[in-house]
């Protein structure tokens, strides 16, 4: 019974601070895929001093409003307000920089994944390591700031993500679940842990630059189903002012956004991987063998379990689709036609769906900030089109959701040119709601399957409630196999193929979305 699982704390909870989003998710810990409750907090990143960031006090806020939501929820669906819980796991975006001094104070605004400013220290750090290091990485935000001999430098004690950043306040325990670590340094798959060699030559390349070695300055680094402390009574105030919490709650390591992902779609194994769609976009392929070279567009990370990954990341997903969207939802209320937004997705997305193959040479740009695989510092979202080509509603529609998985596909062309094969690629996150439209041009867009689960909207907040729940189940099993037998045994995913004509409009479409690169580069500098 729910209920009792309540009572008893037989649950776990999963909280993800997402990019639009807080999530707070709360399963049956001995049968995850049950969702018992649920909250949420809307909030938005700023572009203050040229710097994409989040304040502080909004993550407190935020998730104090979120956990407050899936209490009542709770109550209102089960008759029980939760008083305590088997386990708490929490996700956040990747990547990213959060750097803390002496006295545990924040030394410079939050710096995001979004921000493109790391470019040297990012090209110095891949000729030094050999590998691909990407301008969101934490360690290239790390060495913009030494190369940049930033003030708050000597004061460095401690640099974590979000993810860590909010696991340390609830917790006290400075550590980090190894998948959200392979996005701040380097992993050695064979230790689990930071690359030794890199980390060596990382603190002989800057010297006496920072306070102290790089070890003691990055979280420890722990995989799935270890322990990773337990609620404080001061995290417990955090979550739930109104003291109705009770600490002592174990935790299981934080993770990052794309972790949660994988494991929230079932996609850990080799020959498997997921794409993630909201504000950015990405896809996790996991590798059965090293990348044979070194490519911009790919940078290797690990699941939560620490295997290699190779990573499509894009920092412009959906959010210029969302507010097209918006416009229309305005345009049907003042009409006098209200819907909500999702009967506005289902229509305009049903309108794609009907449209010619390639966007009737329509093309859309989605590009609100820099995106590095597609050689762009800055963004400018756009609608593209000759004279010749046919505006309709459906093309526009079609050109706005290719445009969702343009520059994906150009990091996915790369992927396939390694031989990286792939049987099938999952994929989660509000676009994929309205079913089989977003989902079907994405097989067309990344040529394989694309298969979606009932839980995907639910995305990484019920993620992270799993690896939670698999606190209890890890020396038992490991994190694939409990996947498969305990989380998604009945699991039905609707599957998509690449359907034949879809996959040759968005071919031609792509070529054309490709030459029109150099219209978004001429709007940066012009605009």
Request: aromatic share 8%.
């Amino acid at each position: 019974m729910s209920a009792d699982a309540i009572r008893a704390g037989r649950t776990a909870l999963g909280i993800e601070f997402g990019s639009t989003r807080i999530k707070a998710c709360l399963v049956d810990a001995a049968d995850p895929g049950t969702v018992l409750a649920v909250g949420s907090h809307e909030w938005e990143n700023r572009f203050e001093d040229d710097t994409w960031t989040y304040a502080l006090e909004d993550v407190w806020s935020g998730v104090q409003d979120a956990v407050a939501g899936l209490l009542s929820d709770a109550e209102r669906r089960h008759g029980e307000r939760p008083a305590t819980f088997g386990a708490i796991g929490v996700s956040a975006m990747m990547h990213g920089y959060l750097a803390f001094g002496a006295d545990d104070d924040l030394l410079v605004p939050f710096r995001t994944w979004r921000n493109t400013s790391t470019g040297p220290a990012a090209a110095e750090l891949t000729d030094l390591f050999g590998v691909n290091i990407p301008l969101r990485w934490s360690i290239a935000h790390l060495h913009q700031a030494v190369l940049g001999a930033e003030a708050h430098v000597p004061g460095i004690r401690f640099v974590t993500t979000l993810a860590g950043y909010v696991h340390w306040r609830l917790t006290g325990r400075r550590v980090l679940g190894v998948g959200d670590a392979s996005g701040m340094f380097p992993i050695d798959p064979a230790t689990g842990g930071y690359d030794a060699a890199m980390v060596a030559a990382y603190d002989a390349h800057v010297g006496e630059a920072l306070p102290g070695d790089l070890l003691s300055l990055l979280p420890e680094v722990l995989p799935a189903g270890a322990p990773a402390g337990a609620l404080t009574a001061e995290g417990a105030t955090l979550l739930d002012p109104t003291g109705g919490l009770a600490p002592g709650i174990p935790f299981c390591p934080p993770e990052g956004d794309a972790g949660t992902g994988m494991v929230a779609t079932n996609a850990v194994s080799p020959r498997t991987g997921n794409v993630s769609a909201g504000t950015s976009i990405f896809a996790m392929v996991v590798l059965e063998r090293p990348l044979a070279r070194v490519h911009h567009e790919l940078d290797v990370v690990t699941t939560p379990a620490g295997d290699p990954v190779a990573m499509v990341h894009c920092n412009n997903g959906a959010s210029e689709l969302a507010a097209w969207v918006g416009v229309f939802g305005r345009f049907a209320a003042a009409a006098g036609t209200p819907l909500d937004a999702d009967a506005v997705y289902e229509v305009l997305f049903s309108e794609a769906l009907d449209a010619e193959a390639d966007a009737g040479g329509i093309l859309a740009y989605n590009h609100l900030a820099g995106e590095p695989i597609a050689g762009l510092d800055a963004g400018r979202p756009l609608v593209v089109r000759t004279p010749d080509s046919r505006l309709t509603l459906g093309n526009v529609f079609r050109a706005q959701l290719y445009g969702v998985f343009g520059t994906l596909s150009l990091g996915m062309r790369v992927l396939r040119g390694e031989g990286v094969v792939i049987e099938t690629m999952y994929a989660h996150g509000g676009m994929f709601r309205t079913a089989g439209v977003a989902q079907r041009f994405l097989a067309a867009a990344i040529e394989a399957p694309v298969a979606v689960a009932a839980t995907a909207s639910e995305g990484g907040a019920w993620g992270i409630a799993v690896l939670a729940a698999y606190l209890d189940a890890a020396a038992e099993l490991p994190l694939d196999a409990y996947l498969a037998q305990r989380v998604f045994a009945d699991e039905e995913f609707a599957t998509a193929t690449p359907d034949a004509a879809d996959a040759a409009g968005y071919a031609s479409y792509l070529t054309r979305y490709e030459a029109g690169l150099a219209i978004e580069r001429a709007a940066v500098a012009a605009l």
